[in-house]
């Protein structure tokens, strides 16, 4: 399986559920990969309180997402499993054992089969937090029925934007059967408990300057190692963290960082940390992003340079929600995203030079009050998407009116 299958629990996909059925009444949401599945841990934590009599069960597929999900403290209604492929006995295993009362499908993760067996069933089925740009409605045009038939079985679908919904309606979805709602992410999520690895970081960091930059692409590397460069003239005891927009790149990010320093150190074990001489730490884990952007005075946002091989900036969200400050480049192009910067509260960047002032800058803490204050303001506001999206699920849910 090449490492990319649980080694017990690879079987739930073919149908075999492994976790004790509670006799509870059983909400299904399912998402697809790590990204899809972090955005809906705050969602999840608020939906088990309104259904605390309920179980929420949480499917996904990539052996990355169930990792993530190992450290977040999730309400105990709330179960993991992987999801069912999409093949007649193994759905019809999966749905004779959970019975659930309603199917939430996250973003476009739609199976043909899957959607019909729950209809099927005369289980109402929600699409939530989708969103479709030119690229993916490009791509699912060219399946024709086979996107289009099943996408047409939702009850309802709440989206991301105007845009989202505008393309759906081109594959003959009923306008009255959507909601624009917005990206769940802008809400921010349920970070990992790292509380005892935290303590000991603040330990050994406790005379350092913490700067974190995350999802790098490979592109923006040097950039980033090169600012570091400049500001640590200004700043001697900054440490730079390195998260890599994918764990199976941080042997080249190694090699790039050992030219700018001679102490660097991989994270690649929960309790691998660093020596007080740590200058660069290279983070080979997934789902930590919390962790360090509580520790990080300033953070990064990559996949966000003007380098042409990059298309759209990372969540910036996270990091708000953490009280850091927030440097990105200028392709922050997903939904909200843009948000903000057009409100002063992250600071666009375009290289090297730019990237080393702002950390400069925000190096000194008065400089850094009223943008933190202004994050949390942004993320308590954002709050209300969540909000907004249970009460629809809530009423839907009590009614149970369909057509």
Known sequence: MKGKEHKERYKEKLGYCQNNRPEKDVIWINALGLGETLSL???????????????????SSTLQSKLALEHIPLPKNIIHQFAPVDNYYVLGSFLDYWKPKMALFSELDIWPLRTSKVKERKIPLLLINTRMDEKKKASRKRLGKLFSAPLKQFDHIFLQDQLSKSHLMEFGVDEGKTTVNGPLKLAGTMFPDTRDVEKKLNILFKDKLIWAAASLHD????????????????????????IPRAIELSENTMKRALRYSKCVVKRSDYYDLPKKETEILVVNRIGELGLWYKLAFISFIGNSLNFKEIKTGKNPFEAL???????????????????????????????????????????????????????????????????????????????????
């Open 41 to 59: 841990t705050l969602f999840l934590k608020e939906l088990s309180k309104v259904f605390s009599d309920h179980i929420i069960l949480l499917t």
């Open 219 to 242: 592109s923006e590397e040097n950039e980033i190692l090169e600012a570091y460069k400049i500001a640590k003239q200004h700043i001697p005891n900054l440490v730079l963290i390195i």
């Open 321 to 403: 929600q953490a009280s850091s400050i927030v440097i990105h480049g200028p392709k922050m192009n997903e939904p909200g995203y843009e948000k903000p910067a057009s409100l002063g509260i992250s600071d666009i960047v375009e290289n090297k030079n730019d990237i080393s002032r702002a950390v400069v800058k925000y190096s000194i803490a008065d400089r850094r009050k009223e943008k933190i204050k202004r994050g949390q303001e942004l993320i308590q506001g954002n709050k209300a998407i969540t909000q907004n999206l249970i009460a629809y699920i809530s009423e839907i849910y009590k009614t149970r009116v369909f057509k």
